[in-house]
């Protein structure tokens, strides 16, 4: 998508990026320097220059969405496409057909690697799924003709309370829909779903103390501390670190990525750190994100090394 950002304001479109995980709204719209060179650009294409140089859209303003891309896992030459499970995607597309911003008509593209175009079943799509108009891949352009209608809107049935609470942003547009005279009734959720839910939430956040700030000790080891985890732990293992980096900055990467450990072993004279997650599926997430991030020129090297109790 970086790239896809970049090409957009080389062209000098108007570009609209989502918040986060829509915590803070929905839009942020990309506003380069005057006489941006075209290093400012790439850098405006980055999450850090998102955070540098973007400004909040509201629901009020009157915004018009000619052409949408988004990430895929695999999509199908159907137009079927598959996220990372979240469903963020199809929520921000639906938020802004309830905006005005997108109709029918408006193209929905992905960019993909060849290697994630492949058949998905239909039994696998639901009503609220987002589908798409054209597939671009290094070698081909693929239009789907996909028959399957986009989200018209917030299917407030499927949402329950705590997803309002999640997404703040929905339970202001719930109330602009209320307002319309539209029905905005949310799931009811029975307590033994409840409880399942909470459970499955539960394996995907953070440990509590993933929140801690760490206290950098001044000690010959260079390491970062803030307390020590008494439950089965795995590493992940940073390599390549650019001399530069500070552990300030590391962590402030790791946050803004939403990677942060349980607990961060620093040795940067080594150019080298070691980062603990309370599960596997938390580090090997952490090692994907972390893989691809351009750092002060450099690549760094990410990947698990090992599962231990601490």
């Known amino acids: 998508m970086e790239g896809v950002r970049l090409a957009a304001l080389k062209a000098r479109k108007s570009l609209l990026v989502p918040t986060p995980r829509l915590r803070f709204g929905l839009f942020n719209r990309i506003t380069p320097p005057k006489g941006a060179t075209k290093e400012t650009l790439r850098v405006c294409s980055t999450s850090q220059g998102i955070k540098e140089f973007s400004v909040p859209v509201g629901l009020d303003d009157k915004v018009q969405v000619d052409l949408v891309v988004v990430g895929s896992v695999a999509v199908s030459e159907k137009g079927y496409r598959i996220g990372k499970?979240?469903?963020?995607?199809?929520?921000?597309?639906?938020?802004?057909a309830c905006m005005g911003s997108v109709t029918e008509s408006t193209w929905v593209i992905t960019v993909v690697h060849d290697c994630q175009v492949m058949d998905i079943p239909e039994e696998l799509i639901e009503r609220h799924d987002l589908m798409?108009?054209?597939?671009?891949?290094?070698?081909?352009?693929?239009?789907?003709?996909?028959?399957?209608?986009k989200p018209q809107g917030i299917i407030w049935s499927m949402l329950h309370k705590e997803e309002l609470k999640k997404i703040p942003i929905l339970k202001k547009l719930r109330t602009l829909e209320q307002e319309a005279g539209k029905d905005v009734?949310?799931?009811?959720?029975?307590?033994?779903?409840?409880?399942?839910?909470?459970?499955?939430?539960?394996?995907?956040?953070?440990?509590p103390k993933a929140d801690l700030e760490f206290k950098c000790l001044a000690s010959n080891s260079d390491r970062c501390s803030?307390?020590?985890?008494?439950?089965?732990?795995?590493?992940?293992?940073l390599s390549d670190i650019p001399p530069a980096l500070r552990v300030s900055e590391l962590k402030g990467l790791l946050r803004e990525q939403e990677v942060v450990p349980l607990q961060?072993?620093?040795?940067?004279?080594?150019?080298?750190?070691?980062?603990?997650?309370?599960?596997?599926?938390?580090?090997?997430?952490?090692?994907?994100?972390?893989?691809?991030?351009?750092?002060?020129?450099?690549?760094?090297?990410?990947?698990?090394v090992s599962s231990q109790k601490m």
């Open 185 to 207: 009734a949310l799931k009811l959720i029975h307590a033994g779903e409840d409880e399942y839910r909470k459970s499955k939430e539960l394996q995907w956040q953070s440990h």
């Open 226 to 237: 803030g307390f020590e985890p008494k439950f089965p732990t795995t590493t992940v293992y």
């Open 264 to 304: 961060i072993r620093w040795q940067g004279a080594k150019r080298k750190a070691f980062l603990l997650y309370a599960d596997f599926t938390g580090a090997e997430r952490a090692t994907a994100i972390l893989q691809k991030l351009f750092i002060n020129g450099h690549t760094i090297q990410a990947k698990c």
């Open 85 to 96: 499970g979240e469903g963020f995607a199809d929520m921000e597309y639906a938020m802004m």
């Open 132 to 149: 798409v108009d054209f597939i671009i891949t290094a070698t081909r352009v693929i239009k789907t003709e996909c028959k399957h209608p």
